[in-house]
Each structure stands twice: as structure tokens, then as C-alpha cells.
């Protein structure tokens, strides 16, 4: 069944709630945007769900028309990690390969960034790409973050800073709408 609620979301679904909100000209695209970030080619199936990030990503990257871009400058220091996803409950595991930002590299990132640009980070944990996502905001020099927090109960706006200072991390990927 396909849901999409304006009453509550996960990091996941606030990602693709604005990000549809913000493709679409009126709710009937709203609602076909929808399908076509949150599932592999708009069919609404677990199977084809993008349960894991690194997926979510990619399909999102070669989608014909509006594709994402991965922000990765040449200046910038990334590494690429290797995982076996394997952390969804009855979903079959799969081998992926992405690259990220180090936690140290971020500052050098940090100028290459704008509003609405979508930050994902990289999990430390062996069978998992991704633990957190959100939009940034450039307000000067700084960068916020927009994301659904469940501690805070709710889509807050944070300081990108405090928000790496209290967590930890393998690094981070920056996607570009």
C-alpha cells in the first residue's frame, strides 16, 4: 500500500516528502514524484521499496528526468566504503560499494554546499550505508540541517556543527537535487 502522510515522518520520509513537494506542480504530480523517489521505477512493492540509501541514491541519480548528483569535488578527500547490506527484517541481502566524505573532510566540503543540497550519513555499522539524513539550509557560513529527529520528536532545524559534534559517523555523502 502506498502512504504518504503529512502527520509524521522519519528522517526517510521527510527527505522524500520535500523533495517530491518541491518536483511537483500540483498533488497528482506530488503523489507520482513520490512513487518514482521511494520505489524503483514508481512501482509500489516491498521489493522494489529503496529500503537502504546507497539504493535510494542511485536509482534517484539515473532517473532520466531530475536526477540527483553526488557531491564530491575534486578538492575534497573520500573514500570509498564496501558494506553488505543486511538490516532490514525478510529483505535479501546485497553487496554495495559507495563513496563518502570522512568526518574530517566535511569542513572542506562545507563551501560547496547550498540550500536544498540533501545530506546523508554513513553508518558505522557493518551491515548498514546509511543512519540519518536531512536537508541542509545555508544561512551565511553556516549550514543547518533540516530533519526528522525522533528525540526531538519532530522536524527541527539544527546546526550541521552540533549535529556531527554528537554523532558518530563514518562519513557523510552530499547529494544535489
Request: glycine share 6%.
Amino acid at each position: 500500500m502506498f502512504v504518504a502522510s503529512f502527520d509524521g515522518f522519519d528522517c526517510v520520509t521527510y527527505v522524500e516528502t520535500i523533495l517530491a513537494l518541491a518536483l511537483a506542480s500540483d498533488a497528482k504530480q506530488f503523489e507520482d514524484w513520490l512513487r518514482r523517489i521511494r520505489y524503483e521505477s514508481g512501482a509500489v512493492q516491498w521489493k522494489r521499496r529503496n529500503h537502504y540509501m546507497t539504493e535510494w541514491i542511485r536509482m534517484n541519480s539515473h532517473r532520466k528526468n531530475k536526477p540527483l548528483h553526488v557531491i564530491v569535488p575534486e578538492d575534497v578527500p573520500a573514500v570509498v566504503k564496501e558494506r553488505t547490506l543486511d538490516d532490514v527484517p525478510d529483505y535479501p541481502a546485497r553487496d554495495v560499494r559507495f563513496k563518502c566524505v570522512p568526518k574530517p573532510g566535511i569542513r572542506k566540503l562545507a563551501p560547496y554546499l547550498q540550500t536544498g543540497d540533501l545530506i546523508f550519513f554513513a553508518s558505522t555499522r557493518p551491515k548498514l550505508d546509511v543512519f540519518h539524513c536531512g536537508i541542509l539550509v545555508r544561512d551565511g557560513d553556516r549550514l543547518l540541517m533540516r530533519h526528522a529527529a525522533r528525540s526531538k520528536g519532530g522536524v527541527v532545524e539544527q546546526d550541521l556543527n552540533d549535529f556531527l559534534k554528537a554523532n558518530r559517523m563514518a562519513g557523510v555523502i552530499a547529494v544535489r537535487p
